[in-house]
């Protein structure tokens, strides 16, 4: 009896430590947060993806093969507020970075172009700091765009197919109409005056890539484009510039706006000045815009295609007003307004001029214009490989003077040497 109940106790113990064994196995098959990670845990929407990251941990040959794989994540759904919501997104992200994201608007034909871009910003800044990236279309992404663009990005990518509404003719435009200009423009030779697609571009950069559902999590951000060139290392973090020296907006290249493209765009914007004087700043930029305190508009505007700017002021009542004055008016189509000047206005009228900041230490080249640190050393500190000689910030088609002197700031020593 003795003997029977000492096979059975040691059968049992047996069984036990074959359960612990099998446990501890299971176990160091699974994945753990530090070795993956993932945009989100939430139910896939059928026109955004969010591509799935491997960490920094993983050995960058495991990490270069899986970036190759078509591995995809759920993306965030739509947030049921509104995007005039107060409820704005943290300052913060999860990780403690500021809650910041580049963001493209490219077409799958863009691929080998934006991947030039793509690069230059990886190897010149965000390979130290690992902040996401957003890409938006008007048709879905193809599996290869994803695929590349991933395997480059050192963040988080998404994937978003603007709605129809952001990307078509209102309801209000005279479509008639419309056309006959688009006509004219090209009889008359104006850039991209007979292209429909620029136009709601423009109209889309204007008022809506800031209310994409992927955006909505976000309060910063980084526009790049296709085959751009970034000359200097950037060893700070921009987002946390602007974030700690209360700036909402800033640039690195400011020019005259082609006349022949916005001639009633000031009368637009007086109408809002005049309809929403609440909205209207004290202590503004409006000496920018204008040489006889708003008479008239004298065209400068900040060069749109690098801008870094806070998303919560687009999304205020102020910007939404200010954007649906201009949008009902019709110039988009009727004209040919730019998203430059647009933002460009918004920003002198709506902002403290303290709250625009012109990045002079982020060298930056978008066909035709270069900015180009004036100052040797400096050049040299920041790794520059740019032609002083090519700097457009003291020509004489340039704002950017005339913005050092609204704001009363010094111009760097040697200036003279890179004017016409």
């Not at 809506?208 to 980084?222: I, T």
Request: aromatic content about 16%; overall charge negative; proline content about 5%.
């Amino acid at each position: 009896m003795a003997a029977g109940t000492s096979r059975i106790a040691r059968y049992l113990l047996f069984a036990f430590f074959g359960v612990l064994i099998l446990y501890f196995i299971s176990s160091s098959s699974l994945p753990t947060p530090a070795t993956i990670r993932t945009t989100d845990s939430r139910p896939k929407s059928s026109k955004e993806v969010d591509s799935v990251i491997i960490s920094a941990s993983i050995p960058s040959s495991v990490k270069s093969f899986a970036a190759e794989l078509p591995q995809v994540s759920p993306s965030a759904p739509a947030p049921t507020s509104s995007s005039t919501s107060s409820e704005f997104p943290p300052p913060l992200s999860a990780d403690g970075k500021v809650n910041a994201t580049f963001v493209t608007l490219a077409r799958n034909s863009d691929l080998w172009e934006i991947v030039k871009s793509i690069r230059q910003v990886e190897d010149r800044f965000n390979r130290k700091y690992h902040y996401d990236w957003v890409f938006l279309n008007d048709k879905p992404f193809d599996a290869e765009f994803k695929k590349v663009t991933t395997a480059l990005i050192s963040g988080k990518t998404h994937y978003g197919e603007i709605p129809q509404e952001h990307w078509s003719f209102p309801e209000w435009i005279d479509q008639e109409k419309a056309r006959k200009v688009r006509e004219d423009m090209s009889e008359r030779k104006i850039i991209y005056g007979d292209s429909t697609s620029y136009r709601h571009m423009c109209r889309f950069e204007s008022g809506f890539f800031f209310r994409q559902p992927l955006m909505n999590q976000y309060e910063w951000y980084w526009r790049v484009e296709p085959s751009i060139e970034m000359y200097c290392d950037i060893d700070f973090d921009p987002f946390k510039y602007m974030q700690e020296h209360g700036k909402k907006y800033s640039f690195v290249i400011s020019l005259y706006e082609y006349v022949e493209t916005i001639p009633t765009l000031w009368d637009s914007a007086k109408k809002f000045i005049k309809e929403h004087k609440e909205h209207i700043v004290e202590g503004n930029a409006m000496e920018w815009l204008s040489d006889d305190k708003g008479e008239t508009y004298n065209h400068c505007h900040f060069w749109s295609n690098f801008e870094i700017g806070n998303l919560n002021w687009l999304r205020s009542q102020a910007y939404i007003d200010f954007f649906d004055v201009l949008d009902k008016d019709g110039g988009f189509f009727y004209e040919r307004w730019g998203d430059a000047p647009v933002h460009s206005i918004a920003a002198a009228l709506l902002l403290k001029k303290e709250e625009i900041h012109f990045f002079d230490n982020i060298a930056y080249y978008h066909v035709p214009f270069t900015h180009c640190p004036t100052g040797e050393q400096r050049r040299l500190d920041l790794k520059c490989s740019c032609n002083p000689k090519e700097n457009f910030d003291w020509k004489g088609y340039s704002c950017t003077s005339k913005f050092f002197d609204v704001m009363k700031m010094e111009k760097p020593a040697g200036y003279e040497l890179e004017q016409d």
